[in-house]
């Protein structure tokens, strides 16, 4: 099987590496894969986690012209599957994920930084977003939530509504990444802050954060996803008709 997760320890920290060239499209073997290499390193007792990608691309979210080739609804349905159960795998993970945006992230790849606890992007013409509507989508409202905590309801009306993906810098002021760092040191600095966190006493840590999260773990819970209406709405006109105009703009 081909292995499109690197794995590579950091003395008690994992880093995951997203590594499906060209720019790490989500499909259903790289969230399998990505589920069960974080509940690798949690079963392997790593204190944190590394979630990185690129180079330029942390990941360019889910694999659309993958999508579109499947038969039925039932196919869709369960890629789909895939990806939130990788999200939920990050959102639920025991210990502390921080993740490395060396590169643009927009759609799944920024649902999954949301789904991680800290955010380091690369500085510079990068962006990040939910850009769903432009592509003739509609981000359920488990995903909005994310969103509206890390940036605030207002804004993330804002973002959600236009579908804007915002550079590095934007993305910083709003709260919606942590940190930026240059491109080649993004990893080092989500690294850096694992390890200064895993300074503290780790029972009040772990304690304290899986209280912080609830939210989020609640957020990918499936009532709050409601796969079902979001894989119905694939078929609509507008849905369509967006999600090839991107294939054709990938394709340029």
């Known amino acids: 099987m081909t292995t499109l997760i690197k794995r590579t320890d950091h003395g008690d920290i994992r880093e995951l590496q997203l590594d499906r060239a060209p720019v790490n499209a989500l499909n259903p073997m790289l969230c399998d894969q990505l589920a069960e290499a974080i509940g690798a390193a949690v079963a392997d007792g790593a204190g944190g986690i590394v979630l990185s990608g690129g180079p330029k691309v942390f990941s360019a979210g889910l694999d659309v012209p993958f999508l579109l080739t499947l038969p039925d609804r039932d196919a869709l349905k369960a890629a789909w599957e895939r990806f939130f159960d990788a999200a939920r795998a990050l959102a639920a993970c025991p210990i502390p994920v921080a993740s490395a945006i060396n590169g643009h992230s927009p759609a799944g790849g920024c649902v ?141």
């Open 112 to 252: 999954l930084a949301l789904c991680c606890d800290y955010r380091v992007m690369a500085m510079g013409p990068y962006r990040i977003g939910l850009n769903e509507t432009q592509v003739g989508l509609v981000a359920p409202d488990g995903i909005q939530r994310l969103m509206r905590r890390v940036v605030g309801a207002h804004r993330a009306e804002r973002l959600l509504v236009s579908g804007e993906l915002v550079e590095s810098e934007r993305a910083l002021a709003m709260g919606l990444v942590d940190e930026l760092a240059g491109i080649d040191e993004v990893p080092a600095r989500a690294l850096a802050w694992l390890q200064q966190l895993l300074q503290l006493p780790r029972k009040p840590v772990l304690a304290t954060r899986a209280i912080a999260r609830a939210e989020v773990v609640e957020a990918m819970q499936p009532e709050n996803i409601r796969l079902d209406r979001f894989v119905d709405a694939w078929s609509d006109p507008d849905t369509q008709a967006g999600l090839r105009a991107l294939v054709a703009k990938l394709g340029k």
